[in-house]
């Protein structure tokens, strides 16, 4: 099993709705449905560019996915999370946008947001205890000959490439998209996203989704409020 702190709105909030709809499966319920064409799109090309989102469901890695170091226990790490949340108050991303990441499309921040990058920075230092140290596959799977002297000291470190002054919040809402179809998936996007986009988006839980196994769904394991009365100074 693979643990991962993710952000991403209630259950029955209108973003998670419509990103459920557009991926296909809910990862608080854990059912899936059909896709139907949309837009330039056929059901089976947009199956085919929204499959690694699907498995990994809606939401915003603050803490990428670890299998549980052999010292800690689901139930530590359940008491650690609850700690956490706790301490850690509400805030507001001010406004959210489509972006493209390369050929990925996603839901990111539009402008710099202080208290999004200081509860990542915090979810990564804090749970780190429980992270067990990454294996060659996994390792190997990350590419770390193509990747950043830095981002490749994070892998080493931390388990993920892209944390700290690496770390870019996204959404993501699409795998690969080839060049030719990025017009057409931004223009659908932006339809079916409209709502959400230019908008604030409350940040009010932190999520711990699980992997029960390599390659299945990853599901909401548990989803605590963020409780704490002020935002406490983040190291």
């Keep these: 099993m693979r ?5 991403t709105p209630d259950e029955d909030h209108p973003l998670t709705i419509t990103a459920a709809n557009w991926l296909g499966s809910n990862p608080f319920t854990g059912e899936t449905r059909a896709l139907q064409a949309a837009g330039e799109f056929g059901a089976a090309e947009l199956k085919a560019l929204t499959a690694d989102p699907r498995r990994y469901g809606f939401h915003g890695t603050l803490k990428a996915p670890f299998p549980l170091a052999a010292a800690k226990t689901e139930a530590q790490l359940l008491a650690a999370f609850d700690g956490f949340a706790a301490e ?10 489509l ?92 339809q079916t996203f409209a709502p959400f986009i ?18 299945a769904p990853f599901t909401v394991h548990t989803l605590l409020p963020l409780s704490g009365t002020s935002q406490r100074k983040m190291a």
């Design 3 to 7: 643990y991962a702190f993710y952000l």
């Design 88 to 97: 850690c108050a509400p805030f507001e991303i001010p406004e959210m946008t």
């Design 99 to 190: 972006g493209q990441l390369g050929p990925f499309f996603a839901l990111v921040p539009a402008v710099d947001c202080p208290e999004l990058q200081a509860l990542a920075d915090e979810t990564v230092r804090r749970f780190e205890p429980f992270r067990a140290p990454l294996s060659a596959a996994d390792f190997s799977r990350r590419k770390p000959d193509s990747l950043t002297d830095l981002h490749r000291a994070n892998l080493l470190s931390w388990g993920y490439p892209y944390v700290f002054e690496s770390f870019q919040f996204h959404m993501t809402l699409t795998g690969p998209v080839p060049a030719e179809r990025q017009a057409a998936m931004k223009a659908l996007l932006e």
């Design 198 to 215: 230019g908008e604030p988006l409350s940040v009010t839980s932190l999520a711990l989704f699980t992997e029960h196994a390599r390659g």
